[in-house]
């Protein structure tokens, strides 16, 4: 089965933009194990580019930022991961597009510039 | 010298003037890597040939771009990058640091120092891949680079921003005639030089490291290192930085260039650029054509050739003239990557491996060898002087053959084999010693005008050095006309009849 084929597969094992697992399981019992393996690497990547992967610094703003982010991204699944070392702010990865919000990075950056003049 | 107090002071000032602004990258996740190629999904803003950075740090470059994921070629060490790594864009395409600080240094293809010594400055970002000069910034060669090796500054002039291959099997003398011209480059520093002085850049692809650690003690032996760059991407190198070391090398020539320098630049060996690309194009499955080699491997020289140009003095005057390498196989200049590269060039040194077995060095075949630039690149002094050389050796390689058939030959066919011998014999040179043109122009003129007709062919070199030795020592003054390279005059022609004429009677 070629690689266009298998994707086509992925696409259709999507029902209402949602994983439809009796067809994931039905697809999988009559793929070949080389083709099952790009199988599930097409449904990882389409899992990837329908999930928003939020960062905070605490817990305390999960709520409001969950509000605000499925205004914005509507048909988005929205997980959160916390780290305490970003200091504040935020950081967004939307499949491969980060947007980095965080004083941590902030502060990296401004660190960057001011050593490359001493180059 | 700054002080800690100066340093702790701007980092304080920067820090209160810094304003926070979000950044936005677009990022890939490592998905497969195979021998120094990197296959990763995302990066969907990537473009062609971009700079991307892994997570500990090592730089590569797009090129390949699929629906599903791009194709990275690594340019550094490929065993700590896994599965699951983040990949980010740069925004840059590839570019290479280029300024003054570069001479007299030895760098690999991203502009880091091999050296061993200090890091080199900031300067210009030259980027390796441009679009080379159009029509109307050009101008046509007509100004010579003086190899100093007679056999092609008398036959196979080149001029600056010509493009002249140097082609030939192993072990006959390629990169030496490459470095022969870099160690006379050293004449055109001195002030009293017409010329331009030239910035000489050597580029090694594929090369063994001993290799070029010979080549570089040479040219400091020889006083050329402080003019010259090497650019070097040995064997033991990835593909990857074997590919780019060529336009690496053209990219620090463009800097010069843009300066008004000219420039001369050799890749030592393009055979092996062309492998190097081989094999990137197999690991990244493009499809493979001729020899295996992919479809746009012509397309690969010419671009890089192309850009050694002379500009016209709108735009600076400089030039980059080029004198790429390529090493057959049992001499055959048929051959795949050959043919393609002669298409490209303005013209090329072919070197025999029979001519060279017969002692005959530099090993040059007169026949197949050509300039197409021609005597627009050479001196009037010379043109004059060397004019009918090329033709009586092609008589003399003619002759040489219907000789050998035993029959008795008449008087002028005798006599233009024995001149041919002669001439054939005033060409030969010794490795690392090029010639000054005044020097190329003595040894020529005696030839040519039947004054080397009664020495015997095994005392011609000897003879050629004593004369020399002999004119520098009691006749400087007719080294100093010759140097003016204009063409010669009825007197000086008389001149230089007595002065052989004297040196014959004390010649033994």
């Known amino acids: ?119 | 010298m700054i002080r800690e107090e100066d340093i702790i002071t701007k980092l304080e000032k920067g820090l209160m003037q810094w304003r926070g602004e979000a950044k936005t990258l677009n990022i890939g996740i490592v998905e497969r890597n195979t021998d120094g190629v990197i296959q990763a999904t995302g990066l969907s803003k990537a473009v062609m040939g971009e700079r991307v950075e892994f997570e500990n740090g090592v730089s590569g470059v797009v090129l390949n771009l699929d629906e599903d994921f791009v194709s990275i070629i690594l340019l550094g060490e490929a065993s700590s990058i896994k599965e699951g790594d983040i990949v980010k864009r740069t925004g840059e395409m590839l570019s290479i640091n280029a300024s003054e600080e570069l001479l007299g240094r030895i760098v690999d293809p991203l502009g880091e120092p091999l050296d061993g010594k200090a890091k080199i400055k900031k300067g210009s970002l030259m980027p390796l891949e441009k679009i080379a000069p159009g029509v109307v910034e050009r101008e046509p060669v007509n100004t010579p680079l003086k190899t100093g090796i007679k056999a092609i500054d008398a036959m196979f002039p080149i001029g600056r921003g010509q493009r002249e291959l140097i082609i030939g099997d192993r072990g006959l003398g390629k990169s030496a005639i490459a470095i022969d011209t870099f160690i006379n480059q050293r004449n055109f520093k001195k002030s009293t030089s017409k010329l331009k002085p030239v910035v000489c850049i050597y580029v090694a692809i594929g090369l063994k490291r001993s290799t070029i650690a010979q080549i570089v003690g040479k040219l400091k032996d020889n006083d050329a290192l402080e003019y010259s760059i090497v650019v070097a991407a040995s064997s033991s190198e990835p593909a990857s930085l074997q590919y780019l070391a060529p336009y690496a090398g053209t990219a620090i020539a463009e800097y010069f260039m843009g300066n008004g320098k000219d420039v001369l630049i050799v890749h030592d060996d393009l055979t092996k650029h062309a492998w190097s690309y081989r094999q990137i194009s197999l690991v990244l499955k493009r499809p493979a054509g001729r020899e295996a080699y992919p479809g746009d491997i012509f397309y690969l020289h010419s671009r890089l050739l192309e850009r050694s140009v002379r500009l016209n003095s709108k735009h600076g005057g400089g030039s980059i003239t080029a004198l790429p390498i390529i090493e057959t196989q049992a001499n055959d200049i048929s051959a795949y990557i050959p043919t393609n590269v002669i298409s490209i060039t303005d013209g090329q040194i072919y070197l025999q491996s029979d001519l060279y077995n017969s002692g005959v060095r530099p090993a040059i075949n007169v026949g197949t060898s050509v300039s197409r630039v021609g005597g627009s690149a050479q001196s009037p002094l010379m043109k004059g002087v060397a004019g009918k050389m090329k033709l009586e050796l092609a008589q003399f390689a003619e002759l040489a053959a219907f000789s050998q058939f035993g029959s008795e030959l008449d008087s002028a066919t005798s006599a233009a084999l024995e001149r041919g011998k002669r001439t054939q014999e005033i060409l030969k040179q010794g490795q690392y010693q090029p010639l000054e043109e005044p020097y190329e122009v003595l040894s020529i003129w005696a030839v040519t005008n039947g004054h080397l007709d009664d020495i015997s062919v095994e005392k011609i070199g000897k003879f050629e050095r004593d004369f020399h030795q002999f004119v520098k020592r009691n006749n400087p003054k007719i080294i100093t006309v010759l140097s003016s390279g204009d063409k010669l005059s009825e007197a000086t022609s008389k001149e230089l009849e007595k002065i052989i004429t004297q040196f014959k009677k004390s010649f033994k």
């Not at chain 1, 039905?26 to 097409?42: G, H, N, Q, W």
């Open chain 1, 1 to 119: 089965m070629n690689k266009r084929l298998i994707k086509k597969l992925a696409e259709d094992s999507y029902s209402k933009e949602k994983l439809d697992r009796r067809k994931v399981f039905a697809f999988a019992r009559v793929l070949r194990r080389r083709d099952l393996r790009k199988y599930i690497r097409f449904l990882k990547n389409f899992e990837d580019r329908m999930t928003l992967r939020v960062t905070l610094p605490t817990e305390t703003e999960v709520g409001r930022v969950r509000r605000r982010l499925s205004k914005i991204f509507p048909n988005k699944k929205i997980v959160f991961t916390i780290d305490p070392t970003m200091l504040a702010g935020i950081r967004v990865i939307d499949y491969d597009n980060v947007y980095e919000l965080s004083l941590k990075n902030s502060l990296e950056t401004a660190l960057d510039q001011i050593t490359s003049r001493y180059d």
